[in-house]
């Protein structure tokens, strides 16, 4: 469930970037790039796949992969390539990604307890 914001800076192809406040919602998937956006840095579908929304209704969107840059740490991570209407959303892959989770006590991302055993 999104409960905060963060800006953050995509970077696509030859290098342009643009900046979005995300909505942070750990119970999506990926993060969705508004279509304006993704299309401003040159972003290309890599495939298509079928989404379930909150009201149960589907929904086909292409996913792609940029670079993300956030004042907690960047890295490389898959995008949904938002359409008309479709807002910013910060989505778990890209927190775990990241190396980050959202406490939702606090409404801030905070660094992954890491585990290896």
């Given at each position: 469930m999104g409960i905060t914001y963060v800006k953050g800076v995509i970077?696509?192809?030859?290098k342009r970037k643009?900046?979005?406040?995300?909505?942070v919602d750990s119970?999506?998937?990926y993060t969705l790039v508004p279509q304006k956006k993704w299309k401003a840095i040159g972003l290309k579908p890599k495939r298509k796949i079928t989404f379930t929304l909150a009201d149960g209704t589907h929904v086909d969107r292409h996913v792609s992969e940029c670079h993300i840059r956030l004042p907690q740490g960047?890295?490389?991570?898959p995008v949904i390539l938002g359409?008309?209407?479709d807002e910013p959303i910060l989505?778990?892959?890209?927190l775990e990604m990241l190396g980050l989770i959202l406490n939702p006590f606090t409404?801030?991302?905070?660094?992954?307890?890491?585990?290896l055993a």
């Open positions: 970077t696509g192809a030859k643009a900046t979005i406040e995300f909505l119970g999506a998937i960047e890295g490389h991570t359409e008309p209407g989505g778990a892959v890209t409404r801030m991302l905070e660094p992954m307890r890491m585990m």
